[in-house]
Protein backbone atom coordinates (compact mmCIF):
# COMPACT_ATOMS: atom_id res chain seq x y z
CA UNK A 1 0.00 0.00 0.00
CA UNK A 2 1.34 3.51 -1.39
CA UNK A 3 1.51 5.65 1.93
CA UNK A 4 0.43 9.55 2.07
CA UNK A 5 4.45 10.95 2.38
CA UNK A 6 3.33 14.56 2.80
CA UNK A 7 2.17 16.22 6.53
CA UNK A 8 -1.53 15.63 7.18
CA UNK A 9 -3.09 18.04 9.36
CA UNK A 10 -6.97 16.79 10.65
CA UNK A 11 -8.04 19.72 13.12
CA UNK A 12 -11.40 21.76 14.76
CA UNK A 13 -13.17 18.67 16.19
CA UNK A 14 -13.03 16.13 18.96
CA UNK A 15 -9.91 13.21 18.52
CA UNK A 16 -10.88 10.60 21.47
CA UNK A 17 -7.69 9.22 23.14
CA UNK A 18 -9.46 6.78 25.40
CA UNK A 19 -11.19 6.35 28.46
CA UNK A 20 -12.26 10.37 28.99
CA UNK A 21 -8.88 11.87 27.32
CA UNK A 22 -9.30 14.38 24.21
CA UNK A 23 -8.00 16.67 22.03
CA UNK A 24 -8.88 18.63 19.00
CA UNK A 25 -6.03 17.75 16.03
CA UNK A 26 -3.50 14.96 15.05
CA UNK A 27 -1.00 15.31 12.58
CA UNK A 28 0.63 12.49 10.28
CA UNK A 29 3.91 11.92 8.33
CA UNK A 30 4.47 9.26 5.99
CA UNK A 31 1.41 7.44 7.43
CA UNK A 32 2.29 7.58 11.18
CA UNK A 33 1.16 10.19 13.91
CA UNK A 34 3.45 12.67 14.75
CA UNK A 35 1.80 15.59 16.84
CA UNK A 36 -1.50 15.73 18.83
CA UNK A 37 -3.96 18.91 19.85
CA UNK A 38 -1.69 22.14 19.78
CA UNK A 39 1.06 20.55 18.40
CA UNK A 40 -0.40 19.15 15.56
CA UNK A 41 -2.45 22.41 14.73
CA UNK A 42 0.68 24.24 14.80
CA UNK A 43 1.43 22.14 11.59
CA UNK A 44 -1.76 22.84 9.71
CA UNK A 45 0.22 26.40 8.07
CA UNK A 46 2.66 24.25 6.64
CA UNK A 47 1.01 20.67 5.98
CA UNK A 48 0.23 18.89 2.39
CA UNK A 49 -3.65 18.61 3.35
CA UNK A 50 -5.62 20.10 6.36
CA UNK A 51 -8.97 18.35 6.70
CA UNK A 52 -11.19 20.50 8.87
CA UNK A 53 -12.91 18.21 11.43
CA UNK A 54 -16.03 20.40 11.35
CA UNK A 55 -16.81 19.91 14.84
CA UNK A 56 -16.62 15.93 14.52
CA UNK A 57 -15.36 13.08 16.08
CA UNK A 58 -12.13 11.30 15.09
CA UNK A 59 -10.95 7.74 16.81
CA UNK A 60 -8.85 5.68 15.85
CA UNK A 61 -10.10 2.73 13.05
CA UNK A 62 -12.12 -0.09 14.00
CA UNK A 63 -11.06 -3.73 13.96
CA UNK A 64 -13.45 -6.25 13.23
CA UNK A 65 -12.72 -9.75 15.15
CA UNK A 66 -14.82 -12.06 13.11
CA UNK A 67 -16.29 -11.69 9.35
CA UNK A 68 -16.63 -13.23 5.70
CA UNK A 69 -15.74 -10.71 3.58
CA UNK A 70 -15.08 -12.40 0.69
CA UNK A 71 -19.14 -14.40 1.41
CA UNK A 72 -20.71 -10.75 1.66
CA UNK A 73 -18.75 -9.38 -1.75
CA UNK A 74 -20.03 -12.48 -3.39
CA UNK A 75 -23.65 -11.76 -1.76
CA UNK A 76 -23.62 -8.14 -3.38
CA UNK A 77 -23.20 -9.33 -6.77
CA UNK A 78 -26.43 -12.11 -7.17
CA UNK A 79 -29.72 -11.03 -5.92
CA UNK A 80 -30.21 -8.55 -2.88
CA UNK A 81 -32.09 -10.60 -0.57
CA UNK A 82 -30.77 -9.73 2.88
CA UNK A 83 -33.01 -6.66 3.54
CA UNK A 84 -36.09 -8.39 2.48
CA UNK A 85 -38.75 -9.18 4.92
CA UNK A 86 -41.03 -11.72 2.96
CA UNK A 87 -40.96 -14.92 1.59
CA UNK A 88 -42.48 -13.48 -1.70
CA UNK A 89 -40.53 -10.34 -1.96
CA UNK A 90 -37.36 -12.96 -2.06
CA UNK A 91 -39.04 -15.24 -4.40
CA UNK A 92 -39.40 -12.09 -6.80
CA UNK A 93 -36.09 -10.76 -6.51
CA UNK A 94 -34.59 -13.96 -7.16
CA UNK A 95 -37.11 -14.52 -10.28
CA UNK A 96 -35.96 -10.97 -11.05
CA UNK A 97 -32.13 -11.79 -11.07
CA UNK A 98 -32.52 -14.96 -13.09
CA UNK A 99 -34.63 -13.12 -15.95
CA UNK A 100 -31.81 -10.40 -16.17
CA UNK A 101 -29.09 -13.27 -15.74
CA UNK A 102 -29.64 -15.84 -18.30
CA UNK A 103 -26.10 -16.38 -18.76
CA UNK A 104 -25.66 -17.38 -15.35
CA UNK A 105 -25.45 -21.48 -15.10
CA UNK A 106 -26.61 -21.00 -11.36
CA UNK A 107 -27.91 -18.36 -9.10
CA UNK A 108 -26.83 -18.39 -6.18
CA UNK A 109 -27.25 -15.25 -3.58
CA UNK A 110 -27.95 -14.85 0.39
CA UNK A 111 -28.51 -14.25 2.54
CA UNK A 112 -32.55 -14.90 3.83
CA UNK A 113 -33.71 -14.65 7.27
CA UNK A 114 -35.18 -17.79 8.80
CA UNK A 115 -37.27 -16.68 10.68
CA UNK A 116 -39.42 -15.11 8.07
CA UNK A 117 -41.14 -19.25 7.92
CA UNK A 118 -41.92 -21.11 10.89
CA UNK A 119 -39.17 -23.45 12.11
CA UNK A 120 -37.01 -21.78 9.16
CA UNK A 121 -38.73 -24.64 6.62
CA UNK A 122 -38.79 -23.18 3.49
CA UNK A 123 -39.75 -25.18 0.87
CA UNK A 124 -38.12 -26.07 -2.89
CA UNK A 125 -41.27 -25.36 -4.60
CA UNK A 126 -41.62 -21.94 -3.73
CA UNK A 127 -37.83 -20.84 -5.55
CA UNK A 128 -38.88 -23.39 -8.99
CA UNK A 129 -42.44 -21.08 -9.37
CA UNK A 130 -39.79 -18.34 -10.65
CA UNK A 131 -36.53 -20.58 -11.94
CA UNK A 132 -37.81 -23.82 -12.42
CA UNK A 133 -34.81 -24.61 -15.59
CA UNK A 134 -31.65 -23.70 -13.33
CA UNK A 135 -30.54 -24.21 -9.91
CA UNK A 136 -31.03 -21.78 -7.29
CA UNK A 137 -28.96 -22.07 -3.78
CA UNK A 138 -29.44 -18.99 -0.93
CA UNK A 139 -27.76 -19.10 2.10
CA UNK A 140 -29.65 -18.15 5.20
CA UNK A 141 -28.17 -14.96 7.37
CA UNK A 142 -26.76 -17.45 9.47
CA UNK A 143 -24.75 -19.27 6.96
CA UNK A 144 -25.24 -23.03 8.31
CA UNK A 145 -28.67 -23.18 6.44
CA UNK A 146 -28.90 -23.24 2.54
CA UNK A 147 -32.46 -23.01 0.69
CA UNK A 148 -32.62 -24.77 -3.13
CA UNK A 149 -34.90 -25.11 -5.65
CA UNK A 150 -35.74 -28.43 -6.98
CA UNK A 151 -32.87 -27.97 -9.70
CA UNK A 152 -30.29 -27.85 -7.10
CA UNK A 153 -31.57 -31.04 -5.23
CA UNK A 154 -31.22 -32.84 -8.30
CA UNK A 155 -27.95 -31.66 -9.24
CA UNK A 156 -26.60 -32.35 -5.88
CA UNK A 157 -28.67 -36.20 -6.67
CA UNK A 158 -30.51 -35.38 -3.35
CA UNK A 159 -34.20 -37.43 -2.93
CA UNK A 160 -35.91 -39.33 -0.32
CA UNK A 161 -33.55 -41.93 -0.12
CA UNK A 162 -30.33 -39.74 0.48
CA UNK A 163 -29.27 -40.32 4.09
CA UNK A 164 -28.45 -37.44 6.51
CA UNK A 165 -24.51 -37.11 6.59
CA UNK A 166 -23.03 -37.35 10.05
CA UNK A 167 -22.61 -33.14 10.53
CA UNK A 168 -25.72 -32.01 8.70
CA UNK A 169 -29.20 -33.03 7.72
CA UNK A 170 -31.85 -32.30 5.74
CA UNK A 171 -35.37 -31.12 6.37
CA UNK A 172 -38.16 -33.24 5.14
CA UNK A 173 -41.72 -33.85 4.33
CA UNK A 174 -43.21 -36.30 6.50
CA UNK A 175 -43.01 -39.07 3.41
CA UNK A 176 -39.08 -38.51 3.57
CA UNK A 177 -38.91 -36.46 0.53
CA UNK A 178 -36.66 -33.08 1.05
CA UNK A 179 -38.33 -29.94 1.47
CA UNK A 180 -34.99 -27.90 0.26
CA UNK A 181 -33.19 -26.75 3.09
CA UNK A 182 -29.89 -28.17 3.96
CA UNK A 183 -29.06 -27.33 7.59
CA UNK A 184 -25.08 -27.38 8.58
CA UNK A 185 -21.82 -27.62 6.31
CA UNK A 186 -21.84 -31.48 5.62
CA UNK A 187 -25.71 -31.00 4.23
CA UNK A 188 -24.76 -28.07 2.49
CA UNK A 189 -21.85 -29.00 1.12
CA UNK A 190 -23.98 -31.70 -1.18
CA UNK A 191 -24.96 -28.68 -2.86
CA UNK A 192 -21.99 -26.46 -3.16
CA UNK A 193 -19.58 -29.17 -4.18
CA UNK A 194 -21.34 -29.18 -7.64
CA UNK A 195 -22.19 -25.33 -8.46
CA UNK A 196 -19.50 -23.73 -10.53
CA UNK A 197 -16.20 -22.52 -8.77
CA UNK A 198 -16.34 -19.10 -8.25
CA UNK A 199 -12.99 -18.21 -10.62
CA UNK A 200 -10.29 -15.85 -8.98
CA UNK A 201 -11.50 -12.55 -10.61
CA UNK A 202 -14.89 -13.25 -8.95
CA UNK A 203 -13.49 -13.74 -5.90
CA UNK A 204 -11.28 -10.35 -6.76
CA UNK A 205 -14.25 -8.38 -7.56
CA UNK A 206 -16.03 -10.00 -4.00
CA UNK A 207 -13.21 -8.67 -2.15
CA UNK A 208 -12.79 -5.39 -3.17
CA UNK A 209 -16.48 -4.59 -3.09
CA UNK A 210 -16.15 -5.90 0.58
CA UNK A 211 -13.41 -3.83 1.43
CA UNK A 212 -15.25 -0.88 0.06
CA UNK A 213 -18.36 -1.71 2.36
CA UNK A 214 -15.87 -2.04 5.59
CA UNK A 215 -14.06 1.02 4.91
CA UNK A 216 -16.77 2.98 4.11
CA UNK A 217 -17.75 2.42 8.16
CA UNK A 218 -13.98 3.23 9.78
CA UNK A 219 -13.06 -0.72 9.35
CA UNK A 220 -9.74 -0.84 8.59
CA UNK A 221 -8.36 -4.38 10.07
CA UNK A 222 -10.62 -7.38 9.83
CA UNK A 223 -10.53 -11.02 10.59
CA UNK A 224 -11.43 -13.54 7.87
CA UNK A 225 -12.66 -16.51 9.52
CA UNK A 226 -13.35 -19.12 7.05
CA UNK A 227 -11.02 -19.18 4.25
CA UNK A 228 -10.52 -21.93 2.17
CA UNK A 229 -7.64 -23.76 0.71
CA UNK A 230 -6.64 -21.47 -2.05
CA UNK A 231 -8.88 -18.54 -1.63
CA UNK A 232 -5.71 -16.53 -0.06
CA UNK A 233 -4.98 -15.83 -3.75
CA UNK A 234 -7.51 -13.29 -4.16
CA UNK A 235 -6.21 -11.31 -1.22
CA UNK A 236 -2.50 -11.65 -2.70
CA UNK A 237 -3.75 -10.62 -5.73
CA UNK A 238 -5.87 -7.38 -4.33
CA UNK A 239 -2.70 -6.63 -2.51
CA UNK A 240 -0.13 -7.00 -5.64
CA UNK A 241 -2.92 -4.44 -7.33
CA UNK A 242 -2.81 -1.93 -4.49
CA UNK A 243 -6.49 -2.27 -3.94
CA UNK A 244 -6.32 -3.98 -0.65
CA UNK A 245 -8.00 -1.05 1.73
CA UNK A 246 -8.71 -3.08 4.60
CA UNK A 247 -5.89 -4.80 7.18
CA UNK A 248 -6.66 -8.80 7.17
CA UNK A 249 -5.68 -12.06 9.15
CA UNK A 250 -6.87 -15.19 7.16
CA UNK A 251 -8.23 -17.96 8.96
CA UNK A 252 -7.80 -21.10 6.99
CA UNK A 253 -11.15 -23.54 8.21
CA UNK A 254 -10.20 -26.69 9.70
CA UNK A 255 -12.18 -29.68 9.50
CA UNK A 256 -12.64 -32.17 11.77
CA UNK A 257 -12.51 -34.77 8.84
CA UNK A 258 -9.04 -34.20 7.35
CA UNK A 259 -6.79 -32.05 9.73
CA UNK A 260 -3.86 -34.62 10.09
CA UNK A 261 -3.58 -34.41 6.62
CA UNK A 262 -3.76 -31.01 5.66
CA UNK A 263 -1.03 -29.61 7.92
CA UNK A 264 1.18 -29.08 5.21
CA UNK A 265 -1.20 -27.14 3.04
CA UNK A 266 -1.79 -24.51 6.14
CA UNK A 267 1.32 -24.62 6.60
CA UNK A 268 2.04 -23.60 2.88
CA UNK A 269 -0.83 -21.15 2.48
CA UNK A 270 0.36 -19.00 5.88
CA UNK A 271 3.94 -19.16 3.86
CA UNK A 272 2.59 -18.05 0.92
CA UNK A 273 1.30 -14.79 3.06
CA UNK A 274 4.39 -14.20 4.33
CA UNK A 275 6.34 -14.19 1.22
CA UNK A 276 3.83 -11.14 -0.08
CA UNK A 277 5.99 -9.19 2.13
CA UNK A 278 3.36 -6.92 3.96
CA UNK A 279 2.94 -8.08 7.29
CA UNK A 280 0.84 -5.06 8.45
CA UNK A 281 -1.58 -5.86 5.42
CA UNK A 282 -2.30 -9.05 4.98
CA UNK A 283 -1.26 -12.07 7.48
CA UNK A 284 -2.49 -15.41 8.05
CA UNK A 285 -1.46 -16.38 11.78
CA UNK A 286 -5.17 -18.07 12.60
CA UNK A 287 -7.04 -20.99 11.86
CA UNK A 288 -10.65 -21.46 12.76
CA UNK A 289 -12.52 -24.51 14.10
CA UNK A 290 -16.28 -24.85 13.98
CA UNK A 291 -17.13 -26.60 18.10
CA UNK A 292 -20.99 -26.38 16.43
CA UNK A 293 -23.66 -24.88 14.56
CA UNK A 294 -26.33 -22.93 15.73
CA UNK A 295 -28.74 -22.60 18.03
CA UNK A 296 -32.07 -21.09 15.43
CA UNK A 297 -31.15 -24.41 13.59
CA UNK A 298 -30.84 -26.78 16.62
CA UNK A 299 -26.92 -27.25 16.19
CA UNK A 300 -26.15 -25.28 18.79
CA UNK A 301 -24.08 -27.74 21.13
CA UNK A 302 -25.75 -28.17 24.23
CA UNK A 303 -24.60 -28.94 27.91
CA UNK A 304 -28.61 -29.94 28.69
CA UNK A 305 -31.17 -30.58 25.77
CA UNK A 306 -32.91 -28.13 23.91
CA UNK A 307 -36.42 -27.57 25.42
CA UNK A 308 -37.81 -28.20 21.83
CA UNK A 309 -36.52 -31.57 20.88
CA UNK A 310 -35.07 -33.14 24.30
CA UNK A 311 -32.09 -32.93 21.82
CA UNK A 312 -28.46 -31.82 22.60
CA UNK A 313 -27.60 -30.22 19.43
CA UNK A 314 -24.25 -31.07 16.86
CA UNK A 315 -20.90 -30.84 18.28
CA UNK A 316 -18.67 -30.62 15.08
CA UNK A 317 -15.74 -32.55 16.56
CA UNK A 318 -15.56 -35.07 19.11
CA UNK A 319 -14.28 -33.20 22.50
CA UNK A 320 -10.98 -35.10 22.75
CA UNK A 321 -10.28 -34.54 18.88
CA UNK A 322 -10.34 -30.72 18.77
CA UNK A 323 -8.12 -30.79 21.71
CA UNK A 324 -5.95 -32.84 19.12
CA UNK A 325 -6.35 -30.58 16.54
CA UNK A 326 -5.65 -27.45 19.13
CA UNK A 327 -2.71 -28.55 20.52
CA UNK A 328 -0.66 -29.69 16.96
CA UNK A 329 -1.95 -26.46 15.68
CA UNK A 330 -0.67 -24.75 18.48
CA UNK A 331 2.87 -25.84 18.54
CA UNK A 332 2.99 -25.41 14.81
CA UNK A 333 2.69 -21.16 15.69
CA UNK A 334 -1.19 -21.16 14.78
CA UNK A 335 -3.76 -18.76 16.50
CA UNK A 336 -6.57 -20.59 17.59
CA UNK A 337 -10.04 -19.58 16.29
CA UNK A 338 -13.20 -21.13 17.67
CA UNK A 339 -16.39 -20.77 16.78
CA UNK A 340 -18.71 -21.71 19.91
CA UNK A 341 -22.58 -21.27 20.13
CA UNK A 342 -23.40 -23.46 22.74
CA UNK A 343 -22.63 -23.95 26.03
CA UNK A 344 -20.98 -27.27 25.71
CA UNK A 345 -19.09 -25.95 22.33
CA UNK A 346 -17.94 -23.12 24.85
CA UNK A 347 -16.64 -25.40 27.07
CA UNK A 348 -15.21 -27.89 24.56
CA UNK A 349 -13.60 -24.64 23.22
CA UNK A 350 -11.84 -23.56 26.59
CA UNK A 351 -10.86 -26.80 27.64
CA UNK A 352 -8.89 -27.52 24.17
CA UNK A 353 -7.14 -24.11 24.62
CA UNK A 354 -6.28 -25.12 27.84
CA UNK A 355 -4.79 -28.04 26.90
CA UNK A 356 -2.36 -26.64 24.48
CA UNK A 357 -1.63 -24.00 26.71
CA UNK A 358 -0.48 -26.96 29.18
CA UNK A 359 1.31 -29.11 26.80
CA UNK A 360 2.97 -26.43 24.63
CA UNK A 361 6.08 -23.85 25.40
CA UNK A 362 4.62 -20.35 26.10
CA UNK A 363 4.66 -18.38 23.43
CA UNK A 364 2.14 -14.87 22.16
CA UNK A 365 -0.83 -17.27 21.35
CA UNK A 366 -3.51 -14.94 21.83
CA UNK A 367 -6.58 -17.59 21.44
CA UNK A 368 -10.28 -16.52 20.23
CA UNK A 369 -13.64 -18.46 21.08
CA UNK A 370 -15.99 -16.58 18.95
CA UNK A 371 -19.93 -16.17 19.33
CA UNK A 372 -19.67 -17.14 23.05
CA UNK A 373 -23.70 -16.62 22.73
CA UNK A 374 -24.65 -19.04 25.53
CA UNK A 375 -21.72 -20.16 28.04
CA UNK A 376 -21.99 -22.09 31.72
CA UNK A 377 -21.52 -19.70 34.45
CA UNK A 378 -18.60 -21.69 35.67
CA UNK A 379 -16.73 -21.13 32.18
CA UNK A 380 -16.75 -17.29 32.38
CA UNK A 381 -14.05 -16.92 34.10
CA UNK A 382 -11.65 -19.46 32.18
CA UNK A 383 -11.75 -16.88 29.41
CA UNK A 384 -9.34 -14.29 31.66
CA UNK A 385 -7.39 -16.94 33.07
CA UNK A 386 -6.38 -18.61 29.89
CA UNK A 387 -6.10 -15.33 28.31
CA UNK A 388 -8.81 -15.81 25.63
CA UNK A 389 -9.87 -13.05 23.37
CA UNK A 390 -13.96 -13.25 23.11
CA UNK A 391 -14.72 -12.10 19.81
CA UNK A 392 -18.49 -10.88 19.85
CA UNK A 393 -21.06 -10.13 18.06
CA UNK A 394 -22.94 -7.98 19.93
CA UNK A 395 -25.13 -6.58 17.46
CA UNK A 396 -27.01 -10.26 18.11
CA UNK A 397 -27.34 -8.75 22.01
CA UNK A 398 -31.38 -8.09 21.02
CA UNK A 399 -34.89 -9.84 21.01
CA UNK A 400 -35.00 -9.50 17.27
CA UNK A 401 -37.37 -12.02 15.33
CA UNK A 402 -34.63 -14.48 14.85
CA UNK A 403 -34.64 -15.00 18.73
CA UNK A 404 -37.90 -14.61 19.66
CA UNK A 405 -39.22 -16.76 16.70
CA UNK A 406 -36.53 -19.76 16.48
CA UNK A 407 -33.80 -19.46 19.70
CA UNK A 408 -36.05 -18.75 22.85
CA UNK A 409 -38.56 -21.42 22.36
CA UNK A 410 -35.56 -24.21 22.04
CA UNK A 411 -33.38 -22.56 25.14
CA UNK A 412 -36.28 -21.98 27.58
CA UNK A 413 -36.60 -18.87 29.69
CA UNK A 414 -33.51 -19.20 31.93
CA UNK A 415 -31.05 -20.02 28.83
CA UNK A 416 -32.85 -17.71 26.95
CA UNK A 417 -31.52 -15.07 29.64
CA UNK A 418 -28.03 -15.94 29.75
CA UNK A 419 -27.44 -15.31 26.53
CA UNK A 420 -24.55 -12.69 25.41
CA UNK A 421 -22.74 -12.42 28.73
CA UNK A 422 -20.75 -9.43 27.27
CA UNK A 423 -20.71 -7.19 30.26
CA UNK A 424 -19.54 -10.49 32.90
CA UNK A 425 -17.04 -11.46 30.37
CA UNK A 426 -15.89 -7.46 30.62
CA UNK A 427 -16.11 -7.39 34.64
CA UNK A 428 -14.01 -10.49 34.96
CA UNK A 429 -11.33 -9.04 32.57
CA UNK A 430 -11.60 -10.97 29.57
CA UNK A 431 -10.17 -9.97 26.47
CA UNK A 432 -12.83 -8.30 24.53
CA UNK A 433 -13.03 -7.29 20.73
CA UNK A 434 -16.33 -6.70 18.51
CA UNK A 435 -17.15 -9.17 15.56
CA UNK A 436 -20.00 -8.37 13.08
CA UNK A 437 -20.03 -11.81 11.12
CA UNK A 438 -20.86 -10.37 8.11
CA UNK A 439 -22.52 -10.99 5.84
CA UNK A 440 -24.65 -12.58 8.45
CA UNK A 441 -25.27 -9.30 10.22
CA UNK A 442 -24.26 -5.57 9.81
CA UNK A 443 -20.44 -4.75 9.37
CA UNK A 444 -21.25 -1.12 10.55
CA UNK A 445 -19.26 -1.42 14.19
CA UNK A 446 -21.53 1.34 15.38
CA UNK A 447 -24.54 -0.15 15.63
CA UNK A 448 -22.90 -3.67 17.43
CA UNK A 449 -22.05 -0.77 19.97
CA UNK A 450 -25.47 0.73 20.01
CA UNK A 451 -27.05 -2.84 21.20
CA UNK A 452 -24.26 -4.01 23.28
CA UNK A 453 -24.98 -0.48 25.04
CA UNK A 454 -28.97 -0.81 25.02
CA UNK A 455 -29.24 -4.34 24.29
CA UNK A 456 -32.67 -3.03 22.59
CA UNK A 457 -34.35 -3.42 19.34
CA UNK A 458 -34.10 -0.54 16.58
CA UNK A 459 -37.78 0.24 17.71
CA UNK A 460 -36.20 0.49 21.38
CA UNK A 461 -37.85 -2.62 23.20
CA UNK A 462 -37.55 -3.98 25.41
CA UNK A 463 -37.50 -0.44 27.66
CA UNK A 464 -34.53 -0.86 29.79
CA UNK A 465 -33.17 -3.54 27.79
CA UNK A 466 -33.10 -7.21 27.56
CA UNK A 467 -30.93 -8.42 30.64
CA UNK A 468 -30.42 -5.14 31.66
CA UNK A 469 -26.69 -6.46 33.50
CA UNK A 470 -25.58 -7.17 30.37
CA UNK A 471 -25.11 -3.99 29.06
CA UNK A 472 -21.82 -2.47 27.96
CA UNK A 473 -21.18 0.86 28.48
CA UNK A 474 -20.52 3.10 24.68
CA UNK A 475 -16.92 3.85 25.92
CA UNK A 476 -15.92 0.40 26.58
CA UNK A 477 -17.35 -0.98 23.48
CA UNK A 478 -15.32 1.63 21.32
CA UNK A 479 -12.35 0.58 23.58
CA UNK A 480 -12.97 -3.44 22.57
CA UNK A 481 -13.99 -1.97 18.71
CA UNK A 482 -10.49 -0.64 18.51
CA UNK A 483 -7.96 -1.46 20.79
CA UNK A 484 -9.24 -4.68 21.90
CA UNK A 485 -9.77 -5.68 18.17
CA UNK A 486 -6.09 -4.77 17.69
CA UNK A 487 -4.96 -6.78 20.26
CA UNK A 488 -6.63 -9.85 18.71
CA UNK A 489 -5.27 -9.53 15.67
CA UNK A 490 -1.55 -8.71 16.78
CA UNK A 491 -1.60 -5.28 15.24
CA UNK A 492 -1.57 -3.67 18.90
CA UNK A 493 2.26 -2.83 18.59
CA UNK A 494 1.33 -0.62 15.25
CA UNK A 495 -2.56 0.68 15.82
CA UNK A 496 -5.83 0.46 17.59
CA UNK A 497 -5.02 3.90 19.16
CA UNK A 498 -4.43 7.54 18.26
CA UNK A 499 -1.14 7.55 20.00
CA UNK A 500 2.14 8.97 18.95
CA UNK A 501 4.41 6.52 16.83
CA UNK A 502 1.52 4.87 16.03
CA UNK A 503 0.10 4.47 12.27
CA UNK A 504 -2.71 6.87 11.18
CA UNK A 505 -5.67 4.46 11.24
CA UNK A 506 -8.82 6.90 11.55
CA UNK A 507 -12.41 7.16 11.04
CA UNK A 508 -14.10 10.20 11.51
CA UNK A 509 -17.78 11.13 12.36
CA UNK A 510 -19.69 14.28 11.63
CA UNK A 511 -20.32 14.60 14.91
CA UNK A 512 -19.30 14.16 18.89
CA UNK A 513 -21.45 10.47 19.17
CA UNK A 514 -19.63 10.12 22.90
CA UNK A 515 -21.36 12.91 23.65
CA UNK A 516 -25.25 11.41 21.91
CA UNK A 517 -28.36 10.21 24.27
CA UNK A 518 -27.60 6.36 22.97
CA UNK A 519 -30.59 6.22 21.20
CA UNK A 520 -29.53 9.15 18.74
CA UNK A 521 -25.43 7.56 18.54
CA UNK A 522 -26.69 5.70 14.80
CA UNK A 523 -27.02 9.06 13.13
CA UNK A 524 -23.69 9.53 13.23
CA UNK A 525 -22.35 9.25 9.91
CA UNK A 526 -19.15 8.56 8.68
CA UNK A 527 -17.10 11.28 6.80
CA UNK A 528 -14.14 9.86 6.26
CA UNK A 529 -11.69 6.50 7.12
CA UNK A 530 -8.02 7.00 6.56
CA UNK A 531 -5.59 3.80 6.32
CA UNK A 532 -1.86 4.82 7.58
CA UNK A 533 -2.66 8.32 6.53
CA UNK A 534 -4.16 7.34 2.99
CA UNK A 535 -7.82 8.20 2.78
CA UNK A 536 -9.97 4.95 1.71
CA UNK A 537 -13.65 6.89 2.61
Same mark, same amino acid.
Not at 21 to 42: E, M, P, Y
Not at 384 to 399: F, I, S
Given at each position: ?125 ? @? ?33 ? $? ?8 ? #??? %? ?59 ? @? ?6 ? !? ?7 ? @? ?88 ? %? ?14 ? +? ?24 ? @? ?61 ? +? ?21 ? #? ?14 ? #? ?10 ? $? ?9 ? %??? !?? !? ?12 ? $????? #????
Amino acid at each position: MTQHRGDLVLTGGTVWLGAEARTHSVAVRDGVLIALGDAAAALAPTADEVVDLEGGLLLPAYSDGHCHPPQGGLELAGPLISALDSVEAIVAEVGRFAAEHPELEWIRGGSYDPALVPGGRFEAAW @LDAVVPDRPVALHAHDYHTLWCNSAALAAAGIDEG $TPDPELGELD #RYE %DGRPTGVLREWQAVDLVLDVAPEWTLEQRVVALRAACTSFSSFGVTWMQDAWVELGWHQAY @LELLRRDE !LTVRCDLAS @LVRPEDWRSASDSYVAQRADVEAAGAPEMLAAHALKYFADGVIESGTGAMLDPYVDSHDHGMAVWEPAELTSAVVHYDALGFQTHIHAIG %DAAVRHALDAIEAAIV +ANPAWDRRPVITHVQLADPADLPRFA @LLGVTAALQTYWAQPDPLQVALTAPRLGPERTDRQYPVKTLHDLGTPISIASDWPVSTNDPLE +ALVVAATRQTAEGLPEGGWVPSE #RLPLADGLTAATAGGA #RQGFTDGFRGSI $TLGKVADLVWY %DRD !LT !LLPIERVNDAVVRG $TWLAG #RRVH
